[in-house]
């Protein structure tokens, strides 16, 4: 029904604008007005919600393990940690480009990082540790695991990404929501974050383009030694004491 991106927010937007012709030709009582705008926006709240509900769920195990291990380790694995819902916007575009059914349901059942934690660590083995303290914990359950550490995408990028599924608790049930974890070094993520910007200029000839893709992979590789040499100088500081 929608063939192009922005036809579903537009579709939206001109439904809303055709309601508030409606109630102003018909008289509408201003309080029936809201209710049923609130009554048409409530699902789509609710569904949000649901998601930054998932994301304190997550980050509380993280901040709570972070304790932990600064304690056994005599140092926080973690540096920081980043989280965020996915936008209207790339959600719809999402939909569109994978053709999935224009329903929260499906949206919910098909697209899996609406909700997304990044957790930047010190050392690589510090990555692997917090992911298996992860996901032993038994109200969480593993959808998928993707290592681009040990697997690193063509382009260099390094990270080890889950989908896992968290419950959330409501006020009458309880809801299994699903969030994406990515979990990489300070190294990976400066990498990532610079990469990330330079991908999207595409006013470049291809041959330039090609010239800095094979710069971009040749960081990545010294990104990745600089990680593996952090960890060596670690690992015999820690046999050291």
């Known amino acids: 029904m929608y063939e192009k991106q922005g036809d579903i927010l537009r579709h939206a937007d001109d439904m809303a604008k055709e309601l508030v012709k409606f109630s102003e ?13 609130q009554e048409s926006i409530a699902p789509a709240e609710e569904f949000f919600a649901n998601y ?19 304690l056994k380790y005599d140092g ?38 609406i909700a997304g934690v990044r ?46 599924s968290v419950p959330i608790f409501l006020e009458n049930e309880k809801k299994d929501v699903k ?13 990532a974050s610079l990469e990330h910007k330079l991908k999207y200029k595409k006013n470049l000839p291809p041959e330039k383009i090609d010239m800095l893709s094979n710069e971009l992979i040749d960081c990545a590789n010294v990104s990745a030694s600089l990680d593996q040499r952090m960890q060596n100088v670690r690992n015999i500081i820690l ?3």
């Open 179 to 191: 969030v994406e974890v990515q979990l990489r070094t300070i190294a990976m993520d400066f990498w």
């Open 52 to 70: 930054a509900c998932a994301i304190m769920e997550v980050e509380t195990k993280f901040k709570v393990l972070n304790e932990r291990f600064s």
């Open 76 to 113: 926080n694995p973690i540096e920081s940690i980043r989280s965020r819902v996915k936008d209207y916007d790339s959600i719809i575009r999402k939909v569109i480009r994978k053709n999935i059914p224009r329903d929260l349901e499906s949206i919910e059942e098909n697209i899996h990082d």
């Open 119 to 164: 957790v930047i660590c010190s050392f690589v083995d510090d990555i692997y540790r917090l992911a298996n303290c992860l996901l032993q914990q038994d109200d969480v359950t593993l959808i998928s695991r993707k290592d681009y550490i040990k697997n690193p995408k063509p382009s260099g990028y390094r990270s080890l990404h889950l989908i896992i």
């Open 239 to 241: 046999k050291g004491e």
């Open 25 to 37: 030709r018909i008289n509408f009582n201003e309080e029936m007005f809201l209710d049923i705008i």
